[in-house]
């Protein structure tokens, strides 16, 4: 596996890889380049034997605050019809990618985890939160829908068609607590603990 990322760093210990989404000033938005990397990352998992458990975070305060809008409104006006959808096909390929793993995925998710970023934990195996997580389909508040970044399979065959439409719905904020209540969560715990409890995750998979 390839280790020249720009907006990922990887650590490879044993046979746990650690993936690290690396644009914390923009609370790990995903532009281009971060899309491009996550799907080569998870693509090429699929075929490798040396990693038997992925751990997927982000750098600073946030896992990931979906699409970097500020990126995509700056190019907007240049993009054709067709182009855009491109993009929308490039990022919904992480998470079928994700799913194509053979290993199971662990995600970290700390302060914002919205849209795409929303996404990336529910495409996981195990979410575990710190107290201030904070997680919601943010694509309904720009005139999206959750059905092309796989939410809208994802949401409902985790917490029932009623709650997962409300969510998707409206765009509102699942705490940390609620995700717990409802079953989008496996645990709860402070930020400085998120490591030892996935930690204690991957003895038990190894």
């Not at 080569?40 to 992925?54: A, G, I, K, T």
């Not at 605050?65 to 491109?86: F, H, P, Y």
């Not at 995925?105 to 997580?133: H, K, N, Y």
């Not at 029932?160 to 607590?177: D, H, K, N, P, V």
């Amino acid at each position: 596996m390839k280790s020249d990322y720009q907006a990922l760093i990887l650590e490879q210990k044993d046979q746990v890889l650690n993936i690290k989404m690396n644009r914390p000033d923009r609370l790990n938005a995903l532009n281009p380049q971060l899309v491009t990397e996550l799907r080569e990352v998870f693509q090429s998992l699929y075929f490798d034997r040396s990693v038997r458990v992925v751990v997927l975070e982000g750098a600073g305060r946030a896992f990931c605050a979906g699409l970097d809008l500020k990126g995509s409104s700056e190019d907007r006006g240049k993009r054709s019809v067709e182009q855009g959808l491109d993009n929308q096909r490039s990022i919904a390929e992480i998470y079928v990618a994700m799913r194509r793993c053979p290993q199971p995925i662990i995600s970290l998710v700390q302060g914002a985890a919205s849209g795409g970023g929303f996404a990336l934990a529910l495409a996981s195996d195990i979410r575990i939160l710190s107290e201030d997580a904070r997680m919601n389909a943010a694509f309904i508040r720009i005139g999206l829908s959750s059905c092309d970044m796989g939410v809208s399979y994802f949401l409902p065959r985790m917490v029932g068609m009623s709650l997962a439409s409300e969510y998707m719905l409206t765009g509102r904020f699942i705490s940390a607590q609620r995700a717990m209540e409802i079953g989008l969560a496996n645990r709860v715990v402070h930020g400085s603990d998120m490591r030892k409890e996935a930690d204690g995750f991957v003895e038990d998979m190894l």
